[in-house]
Every structure is written in structure tokens, then in C-alpha cells.
């Protein structure tokens, strides 16, 4: 009797053990090193011994994944029992780009000969990318909205970067089996959070190396300029952008602009507001609470010049604001500049310009890469 007793609790045991600790998937992902990434709210890099576990949070639901990416090295076989996601080989050497943003930042990673074809060719800036397209070697796969399948067909690529949108489907490019590669970069709400987006480039392209030291080096001089500049005792009120219609989008409290106007030592009059996006406001509103803004920066894309004259022939009541009056306001024409291209895995060339534009006297010899005061 004692001995089937014996015998049943040890097989209760053994079973127990096995219930409790599984060969599963999740197991197998507990292995891998912990993730590379510091800063960045919606990006977990695991490495494991042979493949690299990419997962991407949904920006729109924070308890459910946006993607999930196994990337597998081309110089070995895919191995078995893998989780669940979108396998990508790697390095990639054909891709097709959306973003002129991606396509500069791939420019940075000396990965450009990887890029096979683009869309919206008219915002691409990348010299070496447009005299390939003129030199027929670079596939213009028209507007990202709506992308040229045939186009598209004929290039093959071996993934499609592009932004993700709230509730929005990718119609026939997401049933041609070509691997998506979703660039949630821009929805991230820190700037060294964005930047460090590089990494996952860095390994879809086998730039892992440089990746890192471009983020080291973005790293080490925005967190030093950060904190040099946070020990001021005066900070300037700032504002931004332009009323379109009858609302005028402020960033939220929150937001990425918001974290660069308060690391750049800048007062904020919406720093109490608890949105990450934009935030629509009525002219009334803005001027109540920031008439007296000292700077007022402004973002534009424009073939003619804006100045004094033009902000005031758009809208007579800008003039009313104490930075209107005081020739306090500068514009930033990303027609003439790579503020759009360059800024986002960059963002310590705009703190520095942040910097220089609230506290002058700390870089007198600072040359303005982006903003310039408006003309009269």
C-alpha cells in the first residue's frame, strides 16, 4: 500500500514539474539576454543565441503588441520552434522605404545601397539617392498612400518600411508576403526615445556597430547639454506653430516637443497638460495663456519667405503677442533645411538649437541650422 502511495506522489511530482516548467516558447524566451533598450517606451530588442526578438507595443493599446519581429541571421538556417511573428531575414538588401526620414537615417548607417526603391520621391533629399532615381537604378514606388503594386512587384523587396497609422490596413501591400517592417518611431514621446530606434535599424540592416556608436554619441551630448542647461535659474516662455482653421494644435504637455522645450530650459505655458499628442486650441485660449510668451517658434513649409509682414497679412491678431512685437519669433522652412530628415535620431543638434535660441549668451557662436529670425 505504501509503495503505490510512494509511487502516485512521485508521479503527482513529476507531473507538477513538468505543468510548471514547460518546454515552450516562453521558456525558451527567458533564455535571452535582457533588452538593449533604455529609453525608447514602445521598442524591446532580446537577443538570443540565434535569432534576435523584436517587439513593438501597440502606441493605440498599451496591453497589446503593434508587431512582433524574429530576426534571423541569412548565414544560418531558420531554426525551429521559433515564437510567433514575422520573421526577417537579415541584413536586409533590398528594402522599399516610405519616409525620407528612414531614408536619411539609413544614410547615417552607411546602408543606403540597401534601400531598392522609395516612395514620395519628391520630399527625398538623400543626394546619393536621388541620382541613383534619375540614373533609373532606385524604383520610384509612388505615393505612400497609395504605392504603385506594380511597381512594387517588380522590385521585390525584401521588406517595406513604413509609419503605422491608428486603425489603418496597408490594402494590397500587406498580402503580398513581403515582411512590414512598422516604423512606430515617430510615436514616441522622449527624443533620446525616438533616436534610440536606431538600434533596430542597425540590426534589420547589419549596422548593429554603428547603430551603436551614432546613439552613443546622441546620447552623451544631449544628457550633457540637458544637464548643463538645467541648472539655470531663468527660463523663457516659448510657443509654437500657427492657428489652422479655427484651432491652433499646441503640443501636449507631455509630447515630444514639449520634453525638448523644457530640456532646451524653456518655460512651457501647456507643461501641466497630460496629452502626448497635439492638443486643439482656440486662438483665444493660446493668447490668453501665452501672450506674453517671449519666443515663438514656427514651423513652416514654404516657397516664399515668411516675415513679419506675411504672419500679420494671414492673421492681424498674431501682432498682438509680446514676442510678434518684440521680433522675438523664428522660423524653421523645412523646404531649405533637413529639420524633418535630420532631427528625429539626431536630437541633440536640435537641443543645441534649442539651447542657443532660449539662453544666447551661453553660445554666442552658435550657427542656427534650422531656425532663423523672421524678417521684417
Known sequence: MNKIFYTFVLSALVLLSVQCNPKSQESDEQLGNDSIIEYAELLSITSHDDYTDVKISNPWDSARLLHRYILVPKTQNVPSNLPQGTVVRTPLSNTLVYASVHCSLLEQ????????GVCDLSYIKTPALLSRAENGKLTDAGNSMSPDIERVMSLNPDAILLSPFE???????????????ECADYLETSPLGRAEWIKFFGLLYGKEVEADSIFTEVEKNYTELRDKIGVLSSAPVVISELKSGSAWYMPGGKSYMARF???AGAAYPWSDNTETGSIPLSFETVFNRAGEADIWLIKSFHVSELSYRTLQKEYAPY????AFREKKIYGCDSSRCNYYEETPFRPDLLLQELAALFHPGLFPDYRFRYYQPLSE
Open 167 to 181: 486603425n489603418a490596413g496597408y490594402g494590397r501591400i500587406g498580402k503580398m508576403g513581403i515582411p512590414i517592417i
Open 319 to 322: 501682432a498682438r503677442f509680446k
Open 109 to 116: 548607417l552607411d546602408a543606403l545601397s540597401q534601400i531598392g
Open 261 to 263: 522645450f523644457k530640456d
